[in-house]
T-cell receptor
Framework: DAGVTQSPTHLIKTRGQQVTLRCSPKSGHDTVSWYQQALGQGPQFIFQYYEEEERQRGNFPDRFSGHQFPNYSSELNVNALLLGDSALYLC??????????????FGPGTRLTVL | GNSVTQMEGPVTLSEEAFLTINCTYTATGYPSLFWYVQYPGEGLQLLLKATKADDKGSNKGFEATYRKETTSFHLEKGSVQVSDSAVYFC?????????????FGSGTRLQVQP
């Protein structure tokens, strides 16, 4: 049973650039959420996608955008990168119609460094 | 809004010691509660969960009981091992609203010495 996968593992960008991170949900899952985890902190919710629409959004600027594809995979895009965007970006998935819809399963994350 | 408060770490214990990591929460609704664990260089793994008052979640010797009256979900283990060294996150999500975002605490680092 394939778990949540993310790519790339690591990424180095410079300020002002744009970045795209990718996520494939756990097999059978249809909902994808993205989180930002700064060093030494707990993850912060960015947004959640279901049925190819953004369903909920955390307190992040419009520079952060996303997309969900028909196969349930997802992308996170960040424009005009700032030094403060350096973090571990985590993708999580769940099945919306399951009795345990609130249990999210996480991928290994993408480590983004902005120089 | 929702928030989760955890005891600050690091918590340093000797092998076979008893572990308690405190977690309290504030929620506008009736949340589900979780403990996640993060090993060095890895993502988050679900450790245990509880969805209603007085439920006890348990896994790998860890336990936590959903206490609605004290808005707490403390993590306990009777005898820790070196392999339990990791960062532990308490989290909550709202139920029944269609919103599934997890709200995390800041994490508690556990170091177990042989």
């Amino acid at each position: 049973d394939a778990g949540v996968t993310q790519s790339p593992t690591h990424l180095i960008k410079t300020r002002g650039q744009q970045v795209t991170l990718r996520c494939s949900p756990k097999s059978g899952h249809d909902t994808v959420s993205w989180y930002q985890q700064a060093l030494g902190q707990g993850p912060q919710f960015i947004f959640q996608y279901y049925e190819e629409e953004e369903r909920q959004r955390g307190n992040f600027p419009d520079r952060f955008s996303g997309h969900q594809f028909p196969n349930y995979s997802s992308e996170l895009n960040v424009n005009a990168l700032l030094l403060g965007d350096s973090a571990l970006y985590l993708c999580a998935s769940n099945l919306a119609a399951s009795p345990s819809t609130d249990t999210q399963y996480f991928g290994p994350g993408t480590r983004l460094t902005v120089l | 809004g929702n928030s989760v408060t955890q005891m600050e770490g690091p918590v340093t214990l000797s092998e076979e010691a008893f572990l308690t990591i405190n977690c309290t929460y504030t929620a506008t609704g009736y949340p589900s509660l979780f403990w996640y664990v993060q090993y060095p260089g890895e993502g988050l793994q679900l450790l245990l969960k509880a969805t209603k008052a007085d439920d006890k979640g348990s896994n790998k010797g860890f336990e936590a009981t959903y206490r609605k009256e004290t808005t707490s979900f403390h993590l306990e283990k009777g005898s820790v091992q070196v392999s339990d060294s990791a960062v532990y996150f308490c989290a909550l999500s709202e139920r029944g609203t269609g919103r599934r975002a997890l709200t995390f605490g800041s994490g508690t680092r556990l170091q177990v010495q042989p």
